[in-house]
């Protein structure tokens, strides 16, 4: 039904910087909200940065200052610009995306397959 590709991520030294993308497809009535999560080896998988359709993000504190999300509505593709990384940015990000589609009632939760973001130091 709904479909979430990421791409951009790779190695990087620390203070480097990084893009994300992440573009959904499928049968899409609208979106409510995409988002980026990561899991590092050994942790629970966290929230990064969220943003809703109106353009309304919420970021984790560790983040604030350093990564920037942004959404292009018409493309169903949101970005995730990450700034000054750090050894422990290094993790696995996954796309999420909140989505009203044609089949079902009500949203549905997709998620990316993940793309390795590793910060060496």
């Known amino acids: 039904q709904v479909q979430l590709v990421e791409s951009g991520g790779g190695l990087v030294q620390a203070g480097g910087s990084l893009r994300l993308s992440c573009v959904a497809s499928g049968s899409i009535v609208s979106i409510n909200n995409m988002g980026w999560y990561r899991q590092a080896p050994g942790k629970q998988r966290e929230l990064v940065a969220t943003n809703t359709s109106c353009g309304s993000t919420n970021y984790r504190d560790s983040v604030k200052g350093r990564f920037t999300i942004s959404g292009d509505n018409a493309k169903n593709t949101v970005y995730l610009q990450m700034n000054n990384l750090k050894p422990e940015d290094t993790a696995v990000y996954y796309c999420?995306?909140?989505?009203?589609?044609?089949?079902?009632?009500?949203?549905?939760?997709?998620w990316g397959q993940g793309t390795q973001v590793t910060v060496s130091s």
């Open positions: 999420n995306a909140l989505v009203r589609v044609f089949s079902v009632a009500g949203v549905i939760s997709r």
